[in-house]
Nanobody, 115 residues
């Protein structure tokens, strides 16, 4: 089955760090633009960061300087390193793949930032 599987979410205190992973199964991510999105309760899903096949990156203003998106094509995996986390970063984080032939979402992983 073609799918993206996120992992690495959890509960962390403000100021802490987490690293999310998104692994592709039965789909090659190296030629795709990969993205992380998030959706907080009662809010629309929003873009967090993207990385193209040439490793060009883009970030939402709210996470610039704190989050880093990266990819390891050998492992068919994309990462989101999140540092200096804030309570407003609490959301379900989704991985997304966009290519000329595919558009795919993962099932999401919960990130909760709370003391």
């Amino acid at each position: 089955q073609v799918q993206l599987a996120e992992s690495g979410g959890g509960l962390v205190q403000p100021g802490g760090s987490l690293r999310l992973s998104c692994a592709g199964s039965r789909i090659i991510i190296s030629i795709a633009t990969m993205g992380w999105f998030r959706q907080a309760p009662g809010k629309q899903r929003e873009l967090v960061a993207t990385i193209t096949s040439t490793r060009s990156t883009n970030y939402a203003d709210s996470v610039k300087g704190r989050f880093t998106i990266s990819r390891d094509n050998a492992k068919n995996t994309v990462y989101l390193q999140m540092n200096s986390l804030k309570p407003e970063d609490t959301a379900i984080y989704y991985c997304n793949l966009q290519s000329t032939t595919n558009s795919l979402w993962g099932q999401g992983t919960q990130v909760t930032v709370s003391s």
